[in-house]
């Protein structure tokens, strides 16, 4: 992985770790669908030694993609795991550091230098480790489960979640050890964006070089979730950023490695790394709300939902061209991708890939999607507001974040997404988290309004913004609940 190696895809299990069988037979539906790694969480030691039992029963099979572990919290379990599979990741907002419980403390610069001593001080045995097994392991910061330490000194921030990368480079070069992966991740995707490129700009000022993990967390379902991956995605792979990819979706895990492979495909070729990567667009602020335009055929005089007319440029440019707009230009400017596509899915995860980049740094004022395939009409509008909703740009509906299904969930994820759209589809506006366990809870969804939390077997949590509103809400409640918390909330 990394270099000129072609961008590696995974996806990650959502069996219990502590079924073999059950996560041997999901192992191999994601290799058969074209994933290069897969992911297991081991969420305890035991979990972590089950490891052994799956990757022996898949070399039986005749599989030997290298495993990857997930831990959270767990460092016991990360030791563990460490001897077993080929890489492992940690998120230094909860292995060592205490996670975020958004209450401000201040730490003095002793108090500060001590909490890092300390962190290097844990972090010794998993890199003996590691480097006795030749074990990867992937630095994973999530946006929304930053430590304390970090979130006091730098907030919520990309800057915040790359210097807790950096820390952590830091100790691990102190005791020379360089087998590392690094990713930045969010289910915004414009934190997605600025969060990598400054990872890039801080390593390249210390002087080093490793591999980016890219990935859109809490992506959602259905063609929303391929939408918003690939626009984040697709945005920094046209930069030549990213080594290895996930797409998160609500759905069964080898349904991710497809639309991983075509954005793939898409940016990169058949090569599978971008030779000659698009130039880096600035990110355009705007003093005027930024609301781009949806244009149903090409016309080089547009009117906006008052009837006002104005000129404007239309860019027309064939999917393979990675443009750059002129910067300091007055005219509003429009954006014509013309397709030859018939598959609905490939489409949009194509124009999503193509054109997320250029609305989520705000550098466009309208889209007007364009095809000579079999997709047509009313199929290419919507496409187009869905690319504006993915990448922030203009809210036409309820946003949904939530996040894939793992080995830690404990309640029908997809089952509960696909029923929180049903009785909240009509609101507009609103984000709603529904989110399968504590690790991907009120951390990650903390710019939701509402979140819906699985809490364990058959029970759910339901959130306003980051703070817990009904506790343990059985499952066939939970939905109306929710319904009737939103409905209370909005006649007040």
């Avoid at 990872?199 to 967390?217: K, N, R, S, Y």
């Avoid at 797409?247 to 898409?266: C, D, G, M, N, Q």
């Avoid at 009117?303 to 006002?308: A, L, M, P, T």
Wanted: aromatic residues 6%; hydrophobic residues 40%.
């Amino acid at each position: 992985m990394g270099g000129d190696y072609p961008v590696r895809i995974q996806s990650m299990t959502n069996t219990d770790t502590l079924d073999t069988k059950a996560s041997v037979a999901q192992c191999i539906r994601i290799i058969e669908a074209g994933a290069d790694y897969v992911r297991l969480t081991a969420q305890g030691v035991r979990e972590a030694e089950n490891l052994a039992s799956i990757k022996k029963e898949l070399h039986k099979a005749g599989f030997d993609n290298p495993l990857i572990a997930d831990i959270h919290f767990n460092p016991a379990a990360a030791e563990k795991a460490a001897r077993i599979v080929e890489k492992i990741r940690i998120n230094p907002g909860n292995y060592v550091d205490k996670r975020a419980s958004f209450i401000k403390s201040e730490f003095t610069e002793k108090e500060y230098s001590g909490e890092l001593e300390r962190i290097h001080e844990r972090l010794l045995p998993l890199i003996n480790i590691c480097r006795e097994n030749k074990t990867v392991i992937r630095i994973g910061i999530n946006h929304g489960s930053l430590s304390d330490r970090i979130m006091t000194r730098y907030g919520n921030t990309t800057k915040g979640m790359v210097i807790s990368a950096m820390e952590f480079i830091k100790i691990f070069l102190s005791e020379n050890f360089t087998d590392l992966v690094l990713s930045m991740k969010s289910s915004d995707t414009g934190v997605v964006i600025e969060s990598n490129r400054l990872l890039v700009e801080m390593m390249q000022d210390e002087g080093v070089a490793f591999p980016i993990h890219l990935g859109v967390t809490e992506a959602g379902e259905g063609e929303d979730g391929r939408v918003r991956s690939a626009s984040g995605i697709g945005a920094l792979l046209s930069e030549g950023i990213g080594d290895t990819i996930r797409v998160s979706l609500s759905e069964a895990p080898e349904r991710e490695v497809p639309v991983a492979k075509e954005i793939v495909r898409f940016i990169c070729g058949t090569t599978g790394r971008l030779a000659d990567p698009a130039g880096k667009l600035k990110y355009k602020s705007r003093k005027e709300l930024y609301r781009p335009l949806v244009l149903t055929d090409e016309k080089w005089i547009f009117s906006d939902e008052s009837g006002k007319l104005f000129r404007g440029k239309m860019i027309t440019f064939s999917p393979g061209e990675h443009i750059l707009l002129p910067s300091g230009e007055k005219e509003k400017m429009v954006l014509n991708p013309i397709f030859n596509e018939d598959d609905p899915e490939r489409l949009a995860i194509d124009a999503a890939a193509l054109l997320g980049k250029y609305f989520i740094l705000k550098q466009a004022d309208g889209i007007c999607i364009s095809n000579r395939g079999k997709v047509q009409g009313r199929k290419l509008k919507e496409l187009s507001f869905s690319i504006l909703q993915a990448t922030d740009a203009r809210i036409t509906r309820t946003r949904y974040i939530s996040c894939p299904t793992c080995g830690r969930t404990k309640f029908d994820l997809p089952g509960a997404v696909k029923k929180v759209k049903e009785a909240t589809g009509h609101l507009t506006g609103l984000k709603i988290a529904i989110m399968g366990c504590i690790v991907n809870g009120p951390g990650e969804m903390a710019d939701a309004d509402y979140g819906y939390v699985g809490a364990g077997e058959g029970k759910v949590h339901i959130y306003r913004g980051t703070v817990p509103v009904l506790k343990n809400v059985p499952v066939e409640e939970a939905v109306g609940e929710l319904l009737k918390l939103i409905n209370t909330d909005q006649k007040q």
